[in-house]
């Protein structure tokens, strides 16, 4: 029998048909209009490094961007549907829910015009499974050994067992040319794979994504250049043929710069304040849209006092949450527990920590830690170099703690090695705050950090290190059960409001995000289905008659 795919997407929600199922699309025609050689440049700035353009190794928003356009997917996330075909025309789904096969298109090219076949894909998956990196954990439940090149255009992926978040999963997964990174490949530990073309992909692409890497200037910017012979969706003469991403970290300055003219948008929310100066500005549209990224600080479970739940819950006290939403950020909205109410659905009587330093000190002095020990103990809460509303977060919150008589205090670290700390529960910090976007959108991937399965995963979300074995189990029983069904529902509802109940974080919220543009620019304006994917640059469009374009173009 067959079925479109997003007739198959439904299904994931409800149950998988008891036999195979084939899902089908039309091939999409490049369009003759791309050879205009008029063709616009888009600007903007990032406010974080840029450390590496490896897919496996992108951790931040900024590097994020740059790989989703370099790289495609075997699906692409979309909000509505869930997941629609991209390198990948169909697949086949086995009755027990633990083998996909997948049959490839034949006209995707990589950036050195070579075909993506599937052994890329296989290369690919084998290598995000084996490096240490953010994406292997969401498809940890690949059998490495059992992944299977039928031909050049087939492949099926087993699984060591049913995994509902698997085939949304699959948007994390970069297909990279593997021809081209074993010929560049330099001495590692990885054996005949030597380092994996880890050094190559630190300043270079393997791509076949829209958009192919012209230059990487480390602390400086990249810029992206069209690849003309891009075939997964039609080239639009108003799309950018040039994308100039720029690093200003500091927010006042990209802010002016796109208020010249210089930048056509921007991807990180102003400053409530400076919202203002946008919106006053008749040149200019601001798009709002609610998104899945949860801002949280993680605790780390595993180093004293943390280990003691009520020192835990009077920090979860001491957060003022409407601070950081309407004050620091523009706006969100409330989180309760792990997973956003958007994917958890209806779930009552999760334990909230509403601001409340009275109680904060009454379950500080519940601690099994007396007050002597406690002010000996140092909490630094590493704040992201460079994200500037972190640092404000961090300095609100220790100035709190400091008030319950806690030894806490901000300090700035670099990313990567914010990401490098998080792998150990040694090493890892008491405090980190950051933002993860439901990358796939099933409540089973959050809730894995909770479990230790997600103990030594790379920020983030990694860097919790608790786990309440309850917790585990209705977690892996929910995962045997139909996707979507009310009671799978039921037993993630009870596992977020044990971990709640614990305080195994600080959970604060979803934010709105704010994104003004010139409105010559019509540009990404809703969740984009997954992390960033709003900003896939080949689906932009320029108005290239409007007279602030032309003015703007020449700065």
Request: net charge neutral; proline share 6%; with cysteine.
């Amino acid at each position: 029998m067959r079925h479109s795919v997003f007739a198959i997407v439904r299904s994931l929600g409800l149950s998988i048909a008891a036999a195979l199922v084939t899902v089908i699309v039309p091939v999409a025609l490049p369009s003759a209009a791309w050879a205009d050689a008029a063709r616009p440049v888009l600007r903007a700035g990032l406010t974080l490094e840029v450390s590496t353009l490896d897919p496996v190794r992108a951790t931040n928003y900024c590097e994020n961007i740059i790989v989703l356009n370099v790289y495609d997917m075997l699906v692409m996330p979309d909000p509505d549907k869930g997941v629609v075909p991209w390198i990948a025309s169909s697949w086949d789904i086995s009755d027990d829910r633990k083998s996909y096969t997948f049959h490839l298109r034949n006209d995707v090219l990589f950036h050195d015009g070579r075909a993506v076949e599937a052994e890329d894909v296989a290369f690919s998956l084998r290598r995000v499974l084996t490096l240490p990196g953010l994406v292997g954990g969401y498809l940890r439940a690949v059998d490495k050994d059992r992944i299977e090149v039928l031909d050049a255009h087939t492949i099926r992926l087993n699984l060591k067992e049913v995994d509902p978040t698997f085939l949304r999963a699959l948007v994390n997964l970069k297909v990279m040319n593997s021809r081209l990174l074993m010929a560049n490949k330099a001495e590692g530990q990885y054996g005949e794979f030597g380092d994996y073309g880890v050094k190559y992909l630190a300043t270079q692409d393997a791509g076949s994504g829209p958009y192919s890497i012209a230059e990487f200037r480390a602390g400086e910017g990249v810029t992206l250049k069209a690849f003309d012979d891009y075939k997964i969706e039609p080239w639009d003469p108003t799309a950018p043929k040039e994308v100039k991403l720029r690093i200003i970290p500091e927010m006042v300055t990209m802010e002016t710069k796109t208020l010249a003219g210089e930048f056509d948008l921007t991807f990180v929310n102003p400053s409530p304040p400076r919202v203002k100066l946008f919106e006053g500005n008749p040149k200019f549209e601001i798009d709002r849209w609610q998104t899945l990224n949860n801002y949280y600080v993680v605790m780390n479970n595993k180093k004293p006092p943390l280990d003691d739940e009520n020192v835990r819950k009077a920090i979860s006290y001491a957060y003022d949450r409407n601070t950081v939403m309407n004050k620091i950020y523009s706006g969100g909205v409330p989180l309760n527990g792990p997973v956003p109410e958007a994917l958890l659905g209806k779930c009552e009587g999760i334990p909230t920590y509403e601001f409340d330093m009275k109680k904060a000190a009454e379950y500080l002095a519940k601690s099994k830690y007396s007050p002597e020990e406690l002010k000996k103990f140092k909490l630094e809460y590493a704040s992201t170099a460079g994200a500037e509303a972190f640092e404000k977060t961090g300095l609100m919150l220790t100035l709190n703690l400091k008030k319950l008589g806690l030894n806490a205090e901000v300090k700035n670290v670099r990313w990567t090695d914010i990401v490098a700390a998080q792998t150990k529960p040694e090493t890892a910090y008491p405090f980190v705050f950051f933002y993860d976007s439901a990358r796939v959108r099933q409540p089973g991937t959050l809730l894995t950090f909770y479990t230790k399965k997600g103990w030594g995963a790379p920020y983030p979300s990694g860097g919790i290190y608790w786990e309440n074995p309850d917790v585990t189990a209705m977690i892996e029983k929910a995962a045997q059960l139909a996707d979507g069904s009310p009671e799978q529902a039921k037993l993630y509802c009870d596992a977020v409001k044990k971990i709640a109940a614990e305080a195994p974080a600080i959970f604060s919220h979803n934010d709105i995000h704010i994104q003004p543009r010139w409105k010559y620019l019509k540009a990404g304006t809703r969740d984009g289905g997954s992390s960033q994917y709003e900003y896939r640059f080949e689906r932009f469009r320029f108005d290239v008659k409007d007279p602030d374009f032309v003015a703007n173009q020449a700065k």
